[in-house]
């Protein structure tokens, strides 16, 4: 039986859980073929933003005893690694920064080897975001590349140059976890082929986009997550026979002013759920936001909200869509 074998180093760290000593290979079947995946590492040294794959940093490797002579070369650069939280926040856990795992799957036909990988990969890494909030996981983090900047001063016509780095890089939130094996061992396990986005999914790239300074395409993503969590809600309000499936229905299809679904027109009743005037203002401001975006009317919105968005106040809508959307999905 072959064995066909997939190297990956990414542009991106994945932050975990230290001691990782305990992190050991694992297997599953997908359509009765044997998929074995390598614990991640690191390429390289801490400190750089992209690196070729190390194959003697690799477990894979490791376990058949593979030597390379030839060490792959480092590249210097300059990175500001973002800190991962635990429950209670006041303590910062220890942490290991990777960027690279293997993958290797025993077949004989390595088109059935690469269909596998095709989907497997990108839903294996949409779930680790998911789990860890790490919202860089899946994207060229550009953001964490120090900008190298320059600064000079002429003093009695001498050059006295002074270079420093510096990045926009906020360090972290209380959604952010550090990678645990345990949830490294699910997110392969639970991959699956297909599946339905979610609110999470919407905020996650908003995330990733108000970081690098997108701010249009992160606002259009939380039109999209307050559009998806009113589904959800609703879904939930019908199944908990709370409301009729009409008024489920009437409530996926209106797309105007969708605060009024998280307030004027919930059940008045024990087992519904409330939201705070803050959260209902900040859907209320995102969607006005959202609707001057998609209209390409970027230049209305210092008019229409006060003043324009900047990556700050976008951070606060994303916090607050988060909290709303975890209600929800676990009403």
């Known amino acids: ?121 990108p839903t294996a890494i949409r779930n680790l975001r998911r789990t860890t909030g790490q919202f860089w996981i899946g994207h060229p983090a550009i953001y964490f590349e120090g900008s190298l900047r320059a600064h000079y001063e002429v003093l009695n016509k001498k050059l006295n140059p002074n270079i420093h780095a510096c990045s926009s890089i906020h360090s972290g939130n209380l959604r952010m976890q550090v990678l645990l094996y345990e949830n490294w061992l699910s997110a392969w396990m639970q991959a699956k082929k297909e599946y339905d986005t979610d609110a999470f999914d919407n905020l996650l790239y908003a995330e990733h986009q108000q970081a690098s300074g997108a701010i249009f395409d992160a606002i259009s993503n939380c039109g999209l997550a307050i559009e998806k969590t009113k589904y959800a809600l609703w879904e939930q309000l019908n199944r908990k026979n709370l409301v009729t499936n009409s008024e489920a229905k009437a409530a996926r299809n209106d797309t105007q002013l969708p605060h009024r679904y998280f307030s004027d027109y919930l059940p008045e009743t024990e087992n519904s759920i409330e939201f705070s005037q803050a959260e209902l203002d900040t859907i209320k401001t995102v969607w006005i936001a959202r609707g001057l975006v998609a209209h390409g009317k970027e230049t209305s919105l210092a008019k229409a909200l006060g003043k324009k968005p900047d990556q700050e106040r976008v951070n606060n809508w994303i916090n607050t869509l988060f909290d709303i959307a975890y209600r929800v999905y676990q009403f």
């Open 1 to 121: 039986m072959n064995c066909h074998g997939y190297c990956y180093t990414f542009p991106f760290p994945l932050i975990c859980k230290q001691p990782m000593g305990h992190w050991k290979p694992f297997s599953r079947k997908i359509n009765g073929i044997k998929v074995s995946i390598f614990p991640p590492f690191l390429s390289g040294t801490t400190g750089r933003l992209t690196a070729d794959f190390d194959i003697n940093a690799s477990p894979a490797f490791k376990i058949r005893n593979v030597k390379i002579p030839q060490e792959n070369l480092a590249v210097p650069s300059f990175r500001t690694l973002p800190l991962c939280f635990e429950n209670p926040a006041t303590k910062q856990p220890d942490q290991s920064e990777t960027n690279s795992f293997q993958i290797e799957i025993e077949t004989n036909s390595e088109n059935k080897a690469d269909r596998i990988r095709d989907w497997l990969i």
